[in-house]
Nanobody
C-alpha cells in the first residue's frame, strides 16, 4: 500500500488548509486512519484518528480546529484544519492500519507533507 500525502504548504496564521492522504481503498470504513505531525525538535504528535467504528479522536492542541473525514469518491482521507497557528508548523504524516480480507491489518505510513504557518 503506497500512501500519498498532499496539500501542505505555506499558510498565514488564521488561515486554513486541507490535507489529503490517498491510496486505493484507503477510505474503506474497516481501516483505521490517523494523521500525525512532527515538528522540528519535537516529538511525533497525534492530530486526528478515525477507527473502524467511525469513532474520531483529536489531539488536544487541534480540538475544535481539525476535522478528519473519509472521501470514498477520491480514495482519500482528508484532514481539514482552520485557524492555523505557527505552532501547527510541522511535517504531517498519514498512518493507516489497512484491512485486507483474509490477512487482517497491516500498518503503513505516508511520506508526509510539510505545513508551515507563518506571516
Amino acid at each position: 500500500v503506497q500512501l500519498q500525502a498532499s496539500g501542505g504548504g505555506l499558510v498565514q496564521p488564521g488561515g486554513s488548509l486541507s490535507l489529503s492522504c490517498s491510496a486505493s481503498g484507503i477510505a474503506d470504513s474497516r481501516n483505521h486512519v490517523a494523521w500525525y505531525r512532527h515538528a522540528p525538535g519535537g516529538m511525533r504528535e497525534l492530530v486526528a484518528h478515525i477507527d473502524n467504528h467511525g469513532i474520531i479522536k483529536y489531539g488536544d492542541s487541534v480540538k475544535g480546529r481539525a476535522t478528519i473525514s473519509r472521501d470514498n469518491a477520491k480514495n482519500a482521507v482528508l484532514l481539514q484544519m482552520t485557524n492555523l497557528k505557527p505552532a501547527d508548523t510541522a511535517l504531517y504524516l498519514c498512518n493507516v492500519d489497512f484491512y485486507t480480507p483474509g490477512l487482517g491489518y497491516g500498518t503503513y505510513w505516508g511520506q508526509g507533507t510539510q505545513v508551515t504557518v507563518s506571516s
